[in-house]
């Protein structure tokens, strides 16, 4: 199977969970999960392509930003 399927396969499943917000907006455990797997420090910021970072982390292939 490719990452991209597997990719796809994990967020499938996490959206399954109904992951959102708590304690405030772009915060909440499950997001900071995902927060932690982006090129961006901190907490805090939009999740949605943290999202898809960790996705494709989990799934074995990182995606990499260019400077």
């Not at 490719?2 to 399954?16: F, I």
């Not at 969970?17 to 901190?42: C, F, L, P, W």
């Not at 996705?55 to 990499?64: E, T, V």
């Amino acid at each position: 199977m490719l990452a991209r399927e597997r990719a796809l396969q994990l967020a499938l499943a996490e959206a399954a969970m109904h992951v959102h917000e708590s304690g405030g907006d772009n915060t909440g455990a499950r997001i900071q999960r995902y927060q932690a797997a982006s090129n961006v420090k901190g907490t805090g910021f939009a999740w949605c392509d943290a999202f898809c970072d960790f996705c494709f982390s989990q799934a074995g292939r990182a995606l990499k930003e260019l400077s």
